[in-house]
């Protein structure tokens, strides 16, 4: 064969190999059939075809076909005082931001001077969860709303709030189903979801109006992230572009499931996507939903501890050859578990049989049972291991949070709603864990509180020189005091104390 021949075939080998490999991507790329698709998305149900098989050129977009009509615009009308508006603007950036926490959970100080009320409006995004009208969004979407008004597919319908959760930021609403289907979204498995897997974010990004999708990867699994209860939340990563207007929208794998709410993100500079945004595991959802549903709180057991992992090097200070277990490092004054007997240094290693492998996973198994339930710790101590049993209470922070009997003091007449000052708030107002008083969570425009000069974050010591234990004591105190058509509030602003005077007519 000479040089020509063996160049020629050479050739239609070289060629015959590029063909049979581009038939090879192509059968990658593309499926073998189409996947059915519904002439109007708006009448899906939760029996929609979810996309399956192999990641393809048309997975995005779709999912975007089938589940956009799934997700909401959320509008909510607030009553506030003029001066107020840019303030709490800025608190919803802060807010999603996770910016610091005493600006996060309590909002901005400072007043504006009794100025004529006006409606402040926000918006926000969620997601249909059943056919009946219930939608999932954030809790700090729709916190102190006045009215809520949610949008599927350019339509408005009046919204009611039946449940809200301050440890997860979650929030359940409730319109009156139109006459024709929902396009409910299919609830996906967090836990089975893993860094690196493309993902899809679909909201209301600025308030522009639709909704817009983004698609990025799952960027971290487990990342905990502060939020506005100050308790953490192991959260999804993600880099799909977030931007405020998204909170409570959902984040979908590549099967249109919901995996995530889109709930905050980090950023320096500019308030916008940076590429680092966090969503609430659906799972973690899912969980809550049926007491949100049932009763409009989430009811948790409480052991009262503080924990923390326990590394290689403490490990090693135990005699311990691994690092799983939980390590205590205080136990609350009147807490269940100072009356079973735990002690500062105990290490929970197991819990009810299974094992812990670090303090997150003593966290959640305990938050995941009913006040009143009994846990069984196994305990590492001096050296020992040992079984106790500890009677659950009821998480404290939930009882100020979420039951109007214990939060409000009655807005009508004095114009503030107050919550239970708890260890856990109190550490983090750099107060002793010890301290009582009432925390002022917010103020209304033109009413009594505002007079006197209260502001959202304060703390109330006493009234008249009596210690506030509670909301309801506080409330004994006013009475008490109502013949004198004033009380003297001793209050912790910062880390400093001040009076102010409350007129009580």
């Given amino acids: ?85 840019q303030q709490q603007r800025n608190e919803q950036f802060r807010d999603f931001f996770g910016d610091d926490w005493m600006e996060r959970f309590f909002g901005p100080q400072g007043g504006g001077g009794g100025e004529r009320p006006r409606t402040q409006q926000s918006l926000g995004s969620g997601f249909i969860v059943d056919k009946t009208g219930y939608i999932l969004t954030n809790r700090h979407v729709v916190e102190g709303a ?104 959902p984040l979908l794998n590549t099967r249109g499931e919901v995996i995530g709410i889109n709930t905050l ?12 945004g966090f969503a609430v595991p659906i799972n973690v959802a899912k969980e809550i939903l049926p007491q949100l549903r049932d009763r409009g709180k989430v009811v948790r057991g ?8 326990l590394s290689e090097d403490l490990a090693r200070t135990y005699g311990r050859t691994d690092a ?21 240094g105990d290490v929970v290693i ?28 196994q305990v590492v101590r001096d050296g020992k291991e040992q079984a106790i049993a ?33 260890p856990d708030i109190a550490e983090r107002l750099e107060m002793p864990r010890t301290a009582t008083g009432v925390v002022v969570m917010d103020v209304e425009a033109g009413e009594n509180a505002e007079e006197a000069g209260l502001q959202r974050g304060d703390v109330i010591v006493s009234v008249n020189g009596a210690p506030v234990e509670s909301v309801d004591s506080f409330r004994t105190l006013i009475v008490r005091a109502k013949a004198d058509g004033l009380a003297r509030l001793r209050v912790r602003r910062g880390r400093t104390h001040t009076f102010l005077v409350l007129k009580l007519d």
């Fill in 390 to 422: 500890v009677k659950l209470g009821t998480f404290p922070e939930q009882g100020g949070e979420d039951d109007d009997d214990e939060e409000e003091t009655g807005k009508a007449e004095l114009g503030m709603t107050l919550r239970n000052l708890t």
């Fill in 350 to 377: 197991g819990v009810d049989g299974r094992p812990v492998n670090d303090n997150n996973d003593l966290s959640r198994y305990v938050a995941s049972k009913a006040p009143g339930e009994t846990v069984r710790l």
């Fill in 265 to 276: 993100i980090v950023t320096q500079g500019l308030p916008q996507s940076a590429g680092v």
């Fill in 146 to 249: 006045d009215e809520i008004t949610v949008s599927i597919a350019r339509k408005d319908y009046k919204a009611k709030l039946i449940g809200r959760d301050a440890r997860t930021d979650v929030a359940l609403l409730k319109i009156d189903p139109p006459s024709e289907p929902l396009t409910v979204l299919n609830l996906g498995d967090s836990d089975q979801t893993e860094p690196g897997e493309w993902v899809m974010a679909i909201g209301n990004p600025f308030g522009l109006g639709g909704n817009s999708v983004t698609v990025g990867v799952v960027s971290y699994k487990g990342r905990n992230m502060q939020l506005q209860s100050g308790t953490g939340v192991d959260m999804i990563q993600t880099d799909a572009s977030i931007n405020p207007g998204n909170s409570g929208g």
């Fill in 1 to 85: 064969m000479n040089m020509r021949t063996r160049t020629i075939a050479s050739f239609f080998t070289v060629a015959m190999a590029a063909m049979l490999l581009g038939a090879v991507v192509t059968s990658q790329i593309r499926p073998e059939t189409a996947m059915a698709r519904p002439a109007d998305p708006m009448t899906a149900t939760a029996a929609v075809p979810r996309p399956q098989g192999p990641l393809t050129l048309d997975t995005f977009r779709d999912v975007a076909r089938l589940q956009t009509n799934g997700v909401v615009n959320i509008n909510t009308r607030k009553l506030v005082r003029r001066g107020q508006q």
């Fill in 324 to 344: 799983k277990g939980a390590a205590i490092t205080d136990v609350t004054d009147d807490s269940p578990a100072e009356d079973a007997g735990l002690k500062p």
């Fill in 302 to 309: 409480w052991l009262g501890v503080q924990i923390i992992p």
